[in-house]
């Protein structure tokens, strides 16, 4: 095996595009069907993850670029194959693809999102007013919000299991959700501030690569990332630009955990966002080494890598912020 893929790949990528073809500790190197193909160079441009089914082309001005592994395979002979080089078992324990949840026993392959009625449910809209610093935003324009946890289960036919469904009430009246950008897992948060059970992940869908929860920058034509652990970081950034990185930002999103590698790769696969200029909010009690690991473990697809943390709380959730910047 090399990595994902069956060692057949080589010999694919070597009959159809020519050349030698070689392997790096997370790469398969190759001629670019895009600039390489038919030219005698002594050097090929085309990296493939060894890890992740994504591309890159480093030859500037390279119209393919980069890409997912089925782009790659549409252009070398006009149909995706690419599945047949692919180790599914060994994709799957990457990525944590196709999850086996027992939170839910079905679900409709399209995901509703309830007509959210805010005055109807005052606890929650005095929660989120506050958490946004009672600056008047319509509550509707929130992506993914969700209020009605009964009509949510309702539209979307979703039937818990057991243990799920005894807590169905105490979710509807304590807790508001938010779908993530793929619509396989609702995030669900606690708006009583003193409990101890702050945080639910409903599982909605098997899903394909790691979900997360987005909200779109100012410059779609940027490759600025924002990435933080919890959706309550990127909010203010967002929504008040506090740290003035709007109007250069493409995205921002939360992993919903501290799996930035993971969501790095998942962004590049969903977003079509490669060699990216990456931010990410940190929590104070997250060690630098971490981070430096991210980098050199994911440097095929990250241009810049900036790290912040709030020098004036736990994370960017305190306010007033006084970010530290630290360039890997």
């Given at each position: 095996?090399i990595?994902?893929y069956k060692?057949?790949?080589?010999?694919?990528l070597?009959?159809?595009?020519?050349?030698?073809?070689?392997?790096?500790?997370?790469?398969?190197?190759?001629k670019?069907p895009?600039?390489d193909y038919?030219?005698?160079?002594?050097k090929?441009?085309?990296?493939?993850?060894?890890?992740?089914?994504?591309?890159?082309?480093?030859?500037?001005?390279?119209?393919?670029?980069?890409?997912?592994?089925?782009?790659?395979?549409?252009?070398?002979?006009?149909?995706n194959?690419?599945?047949?080089?692919?180790?599914?078992?060994?994709?799957?324990?990457?990525?944590?693809?196709?999850?086996?949840?027992?939170t839910?026993?079905?679900?409709?392959?399209?995901?509703?999102?309830?007509?959210?009625y805010?005055?109807?449910?005052?606890?929650?809209?005095?929660?989120?007013?506050?958490?946004?610093?009672?600056s008047?935003?319509?509550?509707?324009t929130?992506?993914?919000?969700?209020?009605d946890?009964?009509?949510?289960?309702?539209?979307?036919?979703?039937?818990?299991n057991?243990?799920?469904?005894?807590?169905?009430?105490?979710?509807?009246?304590?807790?508001?959700?938010f779908l993530?950008?793929?619509?396989?897992?609702?995030?669900?948060?606690?708006?009583?501030?003193?409990?101890?059970?702050?945080?639910?992940?409903?599982?909605?869908?098997?899903?394909?690569?790691?979900d997360?929860?987005?909200?779109?920058?100012?410059n779609?034509?940027?490759?600025?990332?924002?990435?933080?652990?919890g959706?309550?970081?990127?909010f203010?950034?967002?929504?008040?630009?506090?740290?003035?990185?709007?109007?250069?930002?493409?995205?921002?999103?939360?992993?919903?955990?501290?799996?930035?590698?993971?969501?790095?790769?998942?962004?590049?696969?969903?977003?079509?966002i490669y060699?990216?200029?990456?931010?990410?909010?940190?929590d104070?009690?997250?060690?630098?080494?971490?981070?430096k690991?991210?980098?050199?473990?994911?440097?095929?697809?990250?241009?810049?890598?900036?790290?912040?943390?709030?020098?004036?709380?736990?994370?960017?959730?305190?306010?007033?912020?006084?970010?530290?910047?630290i360039?890997?």
């Amino acid at each position: 095996m090399i990595g994902i893929y069956k060692e057949d790949i080589l010999d694919y990528l070597k009959d159809n595009l020519g050349g030698e073809v070689s392997v790096n500790n997370r790469n398969i190197i190759c001629k670019c069907p895009w600039c390489d193909y038919g030219r005698n160079t002594s050097k090929n441009h085309l990296w493939i993850s060894i890890e992740t089914p994504i591309f890159n082309c480093f030859r500037a001005g390279c119209p393919g670029r980069s890409g997912s592994l089925k782009k790659l395979f549409k252009k070398i002979n006009g149909s995706n194959n690419s599945k047949e080089y692919i180790d599914r078992d060994l994709l799957n324990k990457n990525h944590n693809i196709f999850i086996r949840s027992k939170t839910l026993h079905s679900i409709k392959n399209n995901i509703k999102i309830p007509i959210l009625y805010p005055d109807q449910f005052a606890s929650k809209k005095l929660y989120l007013n506050k958490r946004f610093k009672f600056s008047n935003i319509n509550l509707n324009t929130i992506n993914g919000l969700v209020f009605d946890f009964y009509e949510f289960l309702n539209q979307n036919d979703i039937k818990l299991n057991s243990k799920i469904e005894r807590l169905k009430d105490y979710f509807h009246n304590n807790f508001i959700g938010f779908l993530t950008e793929n619509r396989n897992i609702m995030i669900m948060r606690n708006i009583d501030p003193k409990s101890n059970f702050r945080y639910f992940k409903l599982q909605l869908r098997k899903s394909e690569f790691i979900d997360y929860y987005k909200i779109n920058g100012s410059n779609r034509n940027s490759n600025h990332v924002v990435l933080s652990e919890g959706i309550f970081d990127i909010f203010p950034l967002q929504l008040f630009d506090l740290m003035g990185m709007n109007k250069n930002t493409k995205l921002y999103s939360s992993v919903l955990s501290s799996k930035f590698s993971a969501l790095i790769k998942s962004i590049a696969f969903h977003e079509d966002i490669y060699q990216m200029d990456i931010s990410i909010l940190s929590d104070r009690n997250v060690d630098l080494n971490y981070y430096k690991k991210i980098k050199k473990y994911n440097d095929y697809l990250i241009n810049k890598f900036t790290i912040y943390y709030n020098k004036n709380g736990k994370d960017f959730n305190d306010t007033p912020l006084s970010p530290i910047k630290i360039i890997i």
